[in-house]
């Protein structure tokens, strides 16, 4: 009769708080390091394209391509071998949620209680970023930066970065 009991306890102990589990962040699917047109698969084409040179990174060679559309912005830089890469996703805009239901708009209990704790938290004169980088989901260098607004205690940005630069 014991057993089950002991069961119980064990399995409520084991059950994973907020935050714990594995950390994949994406927007409708699409994380970074996607091609181009995996971005137009998901979004739609861009309102407006833009190319912006690009010196002096660890890994970027040549030019960034700027995909902008309503309350995003999805950079794309080259790689060696011309391959071009998904590095940052911006997003401003409450109508493109996180697939984890972050969302533009949210309070700020709203994310620690679906995220847990970030890893660092950086103040600025807009607000408080809350920094989730080195994530098992995210890998070495990829990061999930959430800016909480300093006036309504809400999110501002979602921004997803391959922060090589």
Same mark, same amino acid.
């Given at each position: 009769?014991?057993?089950? %009991?002991?069961?119980?306890?064990?399995?409520?102990? %084991?059950?994973?708080?907020p935050g714990?589990?594995?950390?994949?962040?994406?927007?409708?699917?699409?994380?970074?390091?996607?091609?181009?047109?995996?971005?137009?698969?998901?979004?739609?084409?861009?309102?407006?394209?833009?190319?912006?040179? $690009?010196?002096?990174?660890?890994v970027g060679?040549?030019?960034?391509?700027?995909?902008?559309?309503?309350?995003?912005?999805?950079?794309?830089?080259?790689?060696?071998?011309?391959?071009?890469?998904?590095?940052?996703?911006?997003?401003?805009?409450?109508?493109?949620?996180?697939? %984890?239901?972050?969302?533009?708009?949210?309070?700020?209990?709203?994310?620690?209680?679906?995220?847990?704790?970030?890893?660092?938290? $950086?103040?600025?004169?807009?607000?408080?970023?809350?920094?989730?980088?080195?994530?098992?989901?995210?890998?070495?260098y990829n990061?999930?930066?959430?800016?909480?607004?300093?006036?309504?205690?809400?999110?501002?940005?979602?921004?997803?970065?391959? $922060?090589?630069?």
């Amino acid at each position: 009769m014991l057993l089950p %009991q002991f069961l119980a306890i064990v399995l409520i102990s %084991q059950a994973p708080s907020p935050g714990s589990e594995k950390l994949d962040p994406s927007f409708k699917g699409l994380r970074l390091g996607a091609s181009k047109t995996a971005t137009v698969e998901k979004f739609g084409m861009p309102r407006k394209v833009t190319l912006e040179w $690009n010196e002096g990174t660890i890994v970027g060679y040549g030019a960034r391509i700027v995909f902008a559309y309503p309350g995003a912005r999805f950079t794309f830089e080259e790689l060696k071998g011309g391959h071009e890469s998904l590095m940052t996703i911006e997003v401003w805009s409450p109508s493109i949620p996180l697939d %984890q239901g972050i969302r533009v708009g949210m309070s700020k209990a709203e994310v620690l209680k679906i995220l847990g704790p970030p890893r660092s938290e $950086n103040h600025a004169k807009s607000g408080t970023e809350f920094w989730y980088s080195g994530d098992p989901g995210l890998g070495d260098y990829n990061e999930l930066i959430i800016t909480i607004n300093k006036g309504t205690s809400k999110v501002s940005t979602i921004r997803l970065d391959s $922060n090589f630069d």
